[in-house]
């Protein structure tokens, strides 16, 4: 008798994260647009829907790894432009190094600062500023 209650326990709470599940698989499908929805409609986890998603924004795995070599050679390349405003520099500075982490990429902060600090000009411009 003991065995039973923990089966049919065991078996009411399987069916509370179906229904949980259910639930969160319909407002997540019902605010996509159309076009996504159509392209994930065969999902029928929550899971398999968040995958699904995450391939279609990000791509496959080669699509990936040439994302991060791309942030990576941004990096490297990274330098200022001839009368960008330190803000200007420091804005895209923050949105590659945030770009960079999105994808992985974790640089030392010591590598960040060494970057940022040699893309500002060397020599100070009043025009820069205004």
Known sequence: MCLDK????SVKEDLKLIVVNQKALV???MY???KITQSVKECNTTKD?????????EGNLDMRE?????????????????????????DSFEALNTN?????????VGEINKKLLNSIPYTWNGNVTT
């Open 66 to 90: 040439s994302r991060k070599e791309m942030l990576n050679g941004e990096f490297n390349m990274f330098n200022d432009i001839q009368g960008e405003s330190i803000e200007s520099i420091i």
């Open 32 to 34: 996509l647009d159309k």
């Open 100 to 108: 960079m982490r999105s994808v992985g990429i974790i640089c030392e």
């Open 6 to 9: 923990k089966i049919i326990q």
């Open 49 to 57: 829907l968040w995958d699904a998603l995450v391939e279609k924004i």
């Open 27 to 29: 407002y997540l499908t």
